[in-house]
């Protein structure tokens, strides 16, 4: 649910990562946050447990600068990925504008990939959102490794719509910006729409 | 899924009862968030606070709460307290979709802010109502688009451009 603000000239949408635990939704969030000039951002906030596992969600927000005199702001979060988060993870999608799905490309981590899926299609249906409908992005993380499934194997086990795909290596950055882009963007065409 | 449109009118009236709650409850500053997390308006000495943390982590808490609550077979915790030593927030649902967040130190007491809490929530859920109503309005009328419907792509490639 974008938020608009005609008194202080600001859009305010959410996105938010999706997907199995430890495929690097805080590590693409990280990315951004270091990568992003500081008057661009607001503090990331990381609700972690002590082993660095989101506990509940990590927070970014983000100035991409104005359209149409309006400041475009982003709100990026990302959902706790271990199963048993399931709760916490339904939270963080109240409200939300798009969805990025961080996909792990490792062989081990295919069922958690489509169990994943499964959930957050299940999930948004309880918001009243519908994964057909919603700006969405897929993106295969984790390129760098040894052990990955092909692009084409991921696609065609995890592409839902034929939705924008992106080879990623968070921890470096590559691909991370592209993914983002993509799903502002059809965020914004949403808007316009409307 | 409808967007949350708030026009300055509301915007000003929002601000005038959060500053007239701010000085009659003696708090520190007053902030209204929208449950995803957006910051709506505040009044007070907000520059010494990171409000768009603040924002994101108390929906954060609500909605934690509000699972709590369903958990236990109640519809929602309406009211939420922390105590610290020297500061203190309080948290309030207002008008089911917005959360009044109050933080008051020393000079204020919590039965202060409760009491004028109560009464500036009733003057807000008017005002939220009177932003549904014109929402319904403005949807209603064919002849006034919003400025985002003439959006170009050029527009949004700019955005990505620096």
Redesign the interface.
Known sequence: ????????KE??C?IVYYGPGLGGKTTNLQYIYNKTAPEAK??M?S?ATEADRTL??D?L?LD??T????T?RF?LYTVPGQVFYD??R???L??VDGVVFVADSQHERMEANIESIRNLEENLTEH??DLKTIPYVLQFNKRDLPNVVSVEELYRVLNFKREPTFEAVATTGVGVFDTL?SV??QI??E???? | ????????EE??RLEDALMRLRQEANARAVFLI?????Q?ASAGEIENF?S??LA??TA?NV??T??LAKLIGEREFSVLFHEGQQEHIHISIVARRAILVVIFDERSSLGLVRLRVKRASADLEKIFEAMVQKGETATGAAGSP??????TDD??D???S?
Do not use: C
């Open positions: 649910m974008t938020f608009i603000n005609y008194a202080s859009i305010n959410k607001g503090k906030i609700l509940f969600f927070f927000p991409l600068g359209i149409r005199g309006f475009t709100h709760a916490s339904k939270l963080i109240k409200g009243g959102f882009k502002a963007k914004l065409v808007l316009r729409k409307r | 899924m409808t967007d949350f449109v708030l026009y300055e915007f000003h929208d449950k995803n997390g957006q709506i990171d768009t943390s994101s982590l954060g909605a934690a509000d699972g919003s400025p985002f419907s003439e959006i527009d949004i700019a955005l990505f620096e």
